[in-house]
């Protein structure tokens, strides 16, 4: 084997204008593949972390009638959904897919709630439990967290986000400023910020509105004061954290489902029953393979029309290897004469055919790799290097060198060796 190889080498350097351009079909349909993928892959990731976020692996399980969430700004409460329990929780916590769980409540634009002269309609008021910030991700960066007492003992405390902190107090600290809430004084303790520090790729003007949503940030209080300012019974939504990305689905699904247990379906005088609201998970590890698959399935045809490339560059290589069982027909005949074996001379050719598309794979794999990166630069398109991708290329491009060059190796074998060394 390592004298085919050696003989391989000196047949392709003995020859490499012709060696080169056999092997270019090889290149392109290698380079080709490698850089669609990458493409691929990179806009596959930037689309998962764009919907999942970098590592939060958080899923919202709020309260929907049909497909709307129910926005308590308008809706009174409704009277099939029980309170969320500590049993509930536990039973959430339990599942494998589960590291965390916190309830909560929300008010997305609420009206009358002031910092001083300034209006804070367009932030976002969460009411939480002590789990809240370690389950969805959140640090003090300033100030304290509420204390266990804060959270039984109604101590009208608030606790802001930096989105808020530094767009409504002019960069002065807003530790100790007091927050008009319905007309209640809650006395700012903290600030907190996410742990991942997420950024999404912003592209179009629907992309800000979407990562957007909340320009004047949030302001968090205990839920035993949420009665304080709205209502005691309103029911509280729930934020799992799965244990990682991939059990994100089946976390939000199995806690909506155990939530789902304490809405109760009341029935009316006619027997018939009325439409409940119901937990709902969002979805969007699937979302996110939804649009994978679309952008998959677009540049799949891609990878098709590549891959001729190769099926022509593999039609080369067997044009050329006939043409060198030609050119050294009399070589044939005398290692035949000399005893050499059919498997010996098929073996010669085989490995001269798979070393060629075998450089010519190498080659196209840094082509692509290069590729790629002007891809990513040129067209600001997200690119990921796939290992895989590199090695089934390059195992590849070798199987076509054995397969195409099958045909002229079995030519070569079988030559009559007196008619060979005969041969003008």
């Not at 630069?377 to 895989?388: F, G, H, L, N, Y």
Request: hydrophobic share 40%; with cysteine; net charge neutral.
């Amino acid at each position: 084997m390592i004298e085919n190889i050696r003989l391989s080498f000196r047949g392709i350097f003995s020859h490499k204008i012709r060696s080169l351009l056999t092997m270019l079909g090889i290149i392109i349909g290698i380079a080709a593949i490698i850089a669609i993928v990458s493409t691929i892959k990179g806009t596959n990731e930037r689309i998962k972390n764009n919907l999942i976020g970098s590592g939060s692996n958080t899923v919202k399980i709020s309260l929907k009638l049909g497909g709307n969430e129910y926005d308590f700004t308008y809706q009174s409460p409704p009277s099939e959904v029980v309170p969320l329990t500590d049993e509930s929780r536990n039973s959430i916590v339990k599942l494998n897919e589960v590291e965390n769980c916190t309830f909560y409540r929300t008010r997305n634009n609420p009206m009358n709630i002031f910092a001083g002269t300034v209006s804070l309609e367009s932030s976002t008021v969460i009411g939480i439990d002590k789990y809240y910030f370690d389950t969805a991700g959140y640090m003090v960066s300033e100030g304290k967290s509420f204390s266990e007492s804060d959270y039984t003992s109604f101590s009208k405390k608030a606790i802001v986000d930096k989105t808020l902190a530094d767009g409504t107090f002019n960069g002065e600290s807003p530790i100790g400023m007091t927050l008009d809430i319905s007309g209640e004084p809650f006395t700012v303790i903290g600030v907190v910020s996410e742990v991942s520090e997420f950024e999404p790729d912003i592209e179009s003007v629907d992309d800000y509105y979407t990562y957007n949503q909340t320009a004047s940030g949030k302001i968090f209080i205990p839920t035993e004061d949420w009665g304080i300012v709205y209502r005691y019974d309103e029911p509280q939504n729930c934020i799992v954290k799965a244990v990682d990305t991939d059990s994100m689905t089946g976390a939000g699904k199995k806690a909506a489902d155990i939530l789902n247990k304490n809405i109760i379906k009341n029935t009316a005088a006619t027997g018939e029953k009325t439409t409940a609201p119901k937990y709902k998970s969002e979805n969007l590890l699937e979302q996110a393979k939804s649009l994978q698959d679309l952008s998959s399935s677009t540049n799949s045809m891609l990878i098709w029309i590549a891959g001729i490339s190769l099926l022509v560059g593999g039609i080369g290589v067997m044009n050329i290897m006939l043409v060198s069982v030609t050119e050294r027909t009399k070589e044939i005949g005398l290692k035949k004469a000399l005893g050499a074996r059919r498997g010996r001379i098929l073996g010669q050719f085989l490995t001269e055919a798979a070393v060629l598309t075998s450089i010519g794979g190498i080659i196209g794999v840094l082509t692509g790799i290069g590729l790629s990166k002007v891809i990513a630069k040129v067209a600001e398109v997200p690119v990921a290097i796939s290992t895989p991708a590199i090695i089934i290329a390059v195992v590849f491009s070798m199987a076509v060198g054995i397969v195409f060059g099958l045909i002229p190796s079995i030519k070569a074998a079988r030559l009559n060796p007196i008619d060979a060394l005969r041969y003008e």
